[in-house]
């Protein structure tokens, strides 16, 4: 296999620390950078020791992140703020928003041709913003950038698989949309296997879970943050299809949240074949009964107000 250097911006923080773990056992990762603006060289020694053939490197503060870059086959961004109880996605905006700029920057600069998985919220957003500072920069590939939705795509499995009395390991539910809130959309009427014990009522229940999954982890927390152990989880399996893809594994399909034409939304999430450019091929929703179509009329209204902040956001500062 092909010699591939993964990169993690964020990587002392609650998600960026078992994700690095998570890349560090992974057999298709040959050099590990970790870069954060505090705390890498202890999380690099540490991450280090796993007897795990990747080679890891720690990186901190801006002046390391050019070096941290290079090279780099994929880039996963979990740098940010996280969610405190009572907050929205959405309040995360203007921290997050900055910091999302700022490393986009430099990864236009350092490593143009990486993929790269968006994980800092708000992702509805930060992904148009990382769109248009590519474009800026002349480096702008819609087939390389990708916001990383897989923990939706892994609660719904979870809690489908529960409430059916399935398998979880066999169950596959996709999740289009968005990120945040009823943008987020899993579509229960193509989940597999299919299951016919599940009422109307018990699927809008497990829509609402799916969605309010965040929130969930949030209250549960109380004050100490947000999903981490899960959304590392979600991360290194997103990063890891990515890798497949790039390295030439036939029919690697996730969802993820890209640039689209399969709503009149520029982006969306849906079903997306990865390939040795990114993005292969963004499938189409399939056919979606009444509570997904009503569902999905629902959610244009705030994913395209969040695209637009985004791309504001990026030309005003
Ligand atoms: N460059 C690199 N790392 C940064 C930067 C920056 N400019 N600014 C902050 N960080 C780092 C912090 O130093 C910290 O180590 O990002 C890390 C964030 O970690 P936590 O505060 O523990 O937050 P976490 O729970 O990991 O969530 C991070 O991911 O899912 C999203 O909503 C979540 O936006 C939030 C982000």
Redesign the pocket.
Known sequence: TPERKVAI??A?????QPLALLMKINPLVSSLSL?????TPGVAADVSHINSPALVKGFMGDDQLGEALEGSDVVII??????KPGMT?DD?FNI?AG?VK??CTAIAKHCPNALVNM???PVNSTVPIAAEVFKKAGTYDEKKLFGVTTLDVVRAKTFYAGKAGLPVSEVNVPVVGGHAGITILPLFSQATPASNSLSQEDIVALTKRTQDGGTEVVEAKAGK????LS?AYAGAVFADACLKGLNGVPDVVECSYVQSTVTELPFFASKVRLGKNGVEEVLGLGELNDFEKQGLENLKGELKSSIEKGIKFAHGN
């Open positions: 911006l964020g002392a923080g609650g998600i960026g870069f954060d603006i505090a705390g979990p740098a940010g703020v996280p969610r996605r995360l997050n910091i700022g490393l994980i800092s919220n943050g947000s999903a981490t959304m």
